[in-house]
């Protein structure tokens, strides 16, 4: 494809698990990025998810982090960490790097570490409460959220790592 066919990524949505910890500080690490596009960070099969991609598979974004660019291109795994590093000002070097066919090796396998310690966190948590209700954490309108085995925090915007003060 010629350069004249391309469309421009001028912003990219990034869909994150809001209950995973991880996640979450990765929401947060990419919020304090210098970007060189728009990132658009949205809880995965969240009502807004929902509304703005209505054709995604919304239950697969929550088990793999899922990358949308503003002209509909998706990304999913080790391809969109790496879409979210090019958006980086910082990292696209890193992005370009993670590209190759040998970069790719390194982005899947740290896609992986991530994905087991993932899945090391939700088993954790679940073994944490006996008989729990069967869900995940539970978040209140308020920014408030209740992970079973860590007690409640503050998750609103504007407040990252729960470090608002006490209104």
Not at 74 to 99: D, F, K, M, N, Q
Request: net charge positive.
């Amino acid at each position: 494809m010629s350069a004249r066919g391309r469309v421009p990524v001028t912003g990219l949505t990034v869909l994150y698990d809001a209950d995973c910890p991880l996640c979450r500080h990765l929401r947060d690490w990419l919020r304090r990025q210098p970007a060189l596009v728009r990132l658009d960070l949205v809880p995965a099969a969240s009502e807004e998810a929902r509304r703005r991609f209505p054709g995604l598979d919304h239950g697969a974004t929550l088990d793999e982090i899922t990358v949308v660019g503003d002209a509909g291109q998706v990304y999913t795994g080790p391809t969109a960490w790496i879409v979210c590093l090019w958006a980086l000002r910082e990292h696209r070097p890193l992005s370009h790097r993670l590209s190759t066919p040998a970069g790719a090796r390194v982005a899947r396998a740290a896609v992986l570490a991530a994905s087991r310690w993932r899945a090391h966190l939700k088993g954790a948590a679940a073994a944490d409460v006996p008989g729990r209700w069967g869900g995940g954490a539970y978040r209140r309108e308020d920014g408030w959220v209740y992970h079973p085995g860590l007690g409640w925090t503050l998750d609103a915007p504007g407040c990252p790592d729960g470090a608002c003060p006490a209104g």
